[in-house]
């Protein structure tokens, strides 16, 4: 798809059905990505768009997606050093 985009194509259907997709283009002007987003993720990242969110309640949405114990800590630190949630300080994002 991405191929067809830049060769000035229409991009065709994504597949059967819609799915959750993060384009994700570096500041730094190296190539940007499309990668599928696994339901949960896509979940989590939807939430915290609608609003700035503290850490807590995107914890709570990881563990409510299905994260374990320890491994929302893991998911929230990941997407906040990767640049996907931003916030002012470690009690909101």
């Not at 002007?29 to 993720?41: F, Q």
């Not at 939807?46 to 709570?60: G, W």
Request: charged share 20%; net charge negative; aromatic share 2%.
């Amino acid at each position: 798809m991405l191929a067809a985009v830049r060769a000035g194509e229409p991009p065709g259907p994504l597949g059967p059905a819609d799915a959750p997709v993060l384009v994700f283009a570096p500041a730094d002007g190296r190539e940007a990505t499309v990668e599928m987003l696994p339901p949960a993720l896509a979940a989590l990242l939807a939430r915290a768009a609608s609003s700035a969110l503290p850490r807590a309640e995107l914890l709570a949405e990881a563990r409510r997606q299905g994260a374990d114990p320890g491994e929302d800590i893991q998911i929230v630190t990941d997407l906040l050093s990767d640049g996907l949630l931003v916030g002012a300080d470690a009690q909101s994002v």
